[in-house]
């Protein structure tokens, strides 16, 4: 089970159009097979191919690397947390109903995540509760911070408790990264934004004590939790040093969290697995790849799925066929609460 893949709708409308003002994202078709992503002023945010939106497409993939199921969410461009609560809202319920119409036509090879209009957290929890009551979806996708909000902020706790309440899980993925005006050049705010976009993510639940007074949240960090596991030394240093500064909202040490939260596998190489795997625990990774983007677990510069690749490499003390069960599946449906058994024979 893949649980980090993004997909989007072949098509909506012109949301300029609909909502009266700009800042939205459309795709322009300009071939059978490829369609350009853009803002709708006519800046060009990146090309993507037939597999972004086609199931059928997915599942051949997939059927190629026997890769039985995959977990989709949105493309975080699409999240839409500057708009008006109200449109945001409208967005999000189109791509959430989409996304579960995928579901129900291949409810063996797909899991479904929603988005929210997290600006706005009363509508946000109608909408997860519309995700999970109505649509069947399992949890929902959510960005590191939310416009000038970290996770910490308390507007925002009702979100989690409402998913606790739900036993949705909830994605964090990382977007809109901080310090972009800073990062022209390389491609940093990909590769040095988001890592740090993940470590601000969690802290700010580890310290806004969101962890410690919601106990049976079940909350999965994109990119092996980015920079994070790196430095939670660091962190907990910071925390014992500074309680002035660290310890205002949460006073448990942020290392007593480890274990409980999970993990996707992307990090692209055998040590920062072994090392997320040693700090998280075996039973808190999960394989996840952002299919279909060429910074995913992608092979042949980029183009070809190779979700599960870097774990089925593994070798050395402990990787045994049990870890690999677990990280390629078994952590996923824990963090999901879903079952096995509907998905493949075990």
């Known amino acids: 089970m893949d649980v980090h893949t993004h997909i ?9 159009d609909r909502y009266g003002y700009g800042g939205f994202i459309k795709l322009d078709h300009h071939h059978e097979c490829k369609a350009r992503m853009m803002r709708d002023d006519g800046t060009f945010f990146r090309e993507v191919g037939k597999r972004t939106w086609d199931p059928d497409s997915r599942i051949a993939e997939s059927n190629r690397i026997r890769m039985n199921v995959q977990v989709l969410s949105t493309v975080p461009v699409m999240f839409s947390y500057w708009a008006k609560p109200e449109d945001a809202l409208d967005v999000s319920q189109m791509l959430n109903d989409h996304i579960a119409g995928c579901v129900s036509a291949n409810p063996t090879r797909f899991v479904g995540l929603g988005t929210l209009p997290m600006q706005d957290p009363d509508l946000a929890c109608d909408e997860l509760k519309r995700c999970v009551n109505e649509l069947g979806l399992k949890g929902v996708e959510i960005g590191t911070h939310v416009n000038d909000w970290t996770l910490s902020e308390p507007e925002l706790f009702k979100v989690f408790k409402t998913a606790e309440q739900l036993g949705a899980a909830i994605f964090i993925h990382p977007w809109d ?24 993510a969690l802290c700010s639940l580890i310290f806004g004590g969101v962890f410690e007074r919601l106990p049976d949240l079940r ?4 990119h092996g939790g980015g920079s994070f596991p790196a430095t939670v030394g660091r962190i907990d240093h910071g925390h014992h040093v500074r309680p002035d500064l660290c310890a205002v909202d949460c006073a448990t040490k942020p290392s007593d969290f480890l274990g409980r939260f999970w993990s996707d596998s992307l990090v692209h190489d055998p040590a ?22 060429p910074l995913g677990e992608m092979s042949n510069v980029g183009k070809d799925y190779a979700a599960g690749a870097l774990i089925d ?34």
Do not use: H
């Open 8 to 16: 989007l709708p072949r098509t909506w409308p012109d949301l300029k």
């Open 313 to 346: 490499s593994m070798t050395g003390d402990g990787w045994t066929q049990e870890r690999r069960a677990k990280l390629l599946g078994t952590n996923a449906c824990d963090w999901l609460a879903a079952d096995p058994s509907a998905y493949w024979t075990m």
């Open 272 to 293: 920062a697995l072994n090392n997320i795997v040693s700090i998280y625990g075996e039973d808190k990774v999960c394989c996840g790849s952002d299919y279909p983007f």
């Open 177 to 200: 990264m901080v310090g972009t005006e800073l990062m022209r050049k390389y491609w940093l705010p990909w590769l040095v934004g988001m890592p740090a976009e993940s470590s601000l």
């Open 219 to 222: 909350v999965c960090i994109a």
